[in-house]
């Protein structure tokens, strides 16, 4: 609900401030699942950190004097290098062989996602599917490995980009071009979809073999769409499209949890 009404208030802003209706349903979420304190910081909690001041990053950066590369570039090596921050505990008890080969596996994964996302940033219709059918993937895998609140918090990005999608691609007479979320939206789904998901491969039961699933989800989003088609079809086409991997990554989760042992029938 909050990031509808974002969605309404921003809707003659630049692009670049759309992002902030998609940020601002995240904080809602963990304002009500988490609450406002950040100590003790937990790893949860510079998830969160991340993924709220990424974004706003993203902002700046639109308006800076860069090159579509070097804008991409910063964004996923302070992904990266949060992505460390955040694992640091766990790879600090883990031989240097091990630690390495943890760390180089999900910053590869991070970095996939952000620079698929940033190359959707610009597709609108094919963005909002990928979008929300990646959050949707992403959620269900994290219940399913055993973390309720990540898997909150994904499905709250899911209804934030669904509030955007609602206001940007469902006006009359507006052009597809027209409704484009920019860069910086793109990041506020991907940066926290990206961590979260790597994150739980450590936190809780999420298996490794899923983050290339999930990885390929958004990835299949970038075929292309005939063009002509009305911006609600292009939008579902690209879902499908992401839905296969995305089915194999929960598959994968649930498998790891135990199966029927874990409650999932």
Known sequence: MA????????????????????????LLA??????????????T???????LGLPMLAILLDV?????RARVGVVVLLAVLA?????????????????????????????????????????CARLAGAAMGFAVATGMAMIMAASALYGQ??????????????VRLWRPGLAENDACFGFASAMAVAVPLALLGAAASVYARLPMTALPLLALSPLLALIPLAAGRPAWLRVVTAGLLSLPPALGAIYLAWQAAGAGSSGYY
């Open 83 to 123: 992505l460390l921050w955040v694992l640091w505990p766990v790879l600090l008890r883990r031989d240097p062989g091990g630690a390495a080969l943890l760390g180089v596996g999900l910053a590869l994964y991070v970095a996939v996602v952000l620079v698929v996302f940033a190359r959707l940033g610009c597709c």
């Open 45 to 51: 909690r510079k998830i969160v950190v991340a993924s």
């Open 153 to 166: 918090l994904a499905f709250a990005l899911a209804a934030a980009v669904a509030g955007l999608v609602a």
């Open 3 to 26: 990031s509808l009404v974002l969605a309404v208030l921003l809707l003659r802003a630049p692009l670049r401030w759309q992002g902030l209706a998609i940020t601002g349903g995240l």
């Open 64 to 68: 800076a004097p860069l090159r579509w």
């Open 30 to 43: 963990v304002l009500s699942t988490i609450g406002p304190a950040l100590m003790p910081l937990t790893s």
